[in-house]
């Protein structure tokens, strides 16, 4: 694989290593709601993540990721539409799915 695109993945395992360390240690959304800096720094951080998808689909559309779409998209909606991006989503994607992102990712660079 081309040396740019080992960089986006390594650009996204490093955003999700990244995002796993702002959120706060007991997981509570409460705390999360309540800090900027933390939303700020993972909603940041989720937008490198769709970034990096985007263009390693462009230059390798075969490879599959899960939700790469809603991934993008999500990227797009936080730049784009950063007035309409819920707290509820970006902490379920927090919580929740870039586990899954980062076992395909670290697959992609054993490839």
């Known amino acids: 694989m081309e040396r740019e695109v080992l960089a986006w993945l390594e650009d996204i395992i ?5 995002i796993e ?8 959304f409460y705390e999360f709601q309540n800090d900027l800096k933390t939303r700020k720094a993972i909603e940041r951080n989720i937008e490198i993540i769709g970034e990096a998808v985007s263009r390693v689909l ?3 559309p ?8 809603k991934i993008v998209d999500t990227r797009n909606r936080i730049i784009h539409g950063y007035d309409s991006v819920s707290e ?4 379920a994607i927090a ?17």
């Open 88 to 91: 509820e989503i970006i902490w």
């Open 14 to 18: 490093q955003s999700i290593d990244e």
């Open 58 to 60: 462009r230059v390798h």
């Open 95 to 111: 919580t929740k799915d870039l586990l899954k992102l980062r076992e395909e990712v670290a697959e992609l660079l054993n490839w």
């Open 21 to 28: 360390i702002f959120l706060p240690e007991n997981r509570n």
């Open 62 to 69: 075969e490879v599959k990721i899960t939700n790469a779409r």
